[in-house]
């Protein structure tokens, strides 16, 4: 059975067991979670279900952009979800992201595809860590 304050027993009790290593916490940052949701299991389980839709499309969205030479796109789309994984604490995501937006900003995909294919990569990563937060 889900609790609510399950997930905030599980956010703070993984920052202290070994099993979460520094590459786990740089995919995820915890604790940047529980400042973003003020500790609030209600909001922390809504910001993952909420997110939980949107990278896939992102990423597809952006990759589609590549294909077509859409810079415009491909800087929107990775602006849209640099700002998603930068609330849910994934700051390399955003990172990746954001070099992203800037290769569309600068209208030039030399290294767009490396650089989606990094995030998507990343993404991928962190998808199963912000599920395993809300499971019972």
Do not use: C, W
């Amino acid at each position: 059975h889900y609790t609510i304050e399950a997930t905030v027993a599980k956010l703070r009790g993984s920052q202290t067991q070994e099993s979460e290593t520094k590459e786990e916490k740089d995919i995820l940052d915890r604790d940047q979670i529980l400042e973003q949701t003020g500790e609030s299991p209600e909001t922390i389980k809504e910001i993952v279900e909420l997110f939980a839709a949107e990278p896939e499309k992102l990423v597809k969205r952006m990759r589609d952009a590549i294909e077509n030479e859409d810079q415009s796109g491909l800087q929107r789309a990775a602006h849209t979800l640099k700002g998603s994984v930068r609330i849910v604490g994934a700051e390399r995501a955003a990172a990746d992201a954001l070099r992203l937006e800037t290769i569309g900003g600068d209208k030039n995909l030399v290294g767009a595809a490396d650089a989606h294919a990094e995030l998507a990569m990343e993404i991928e990563r962190l998808m199963p860590m912000l599920t395993k937060l809300v499971k019972p």
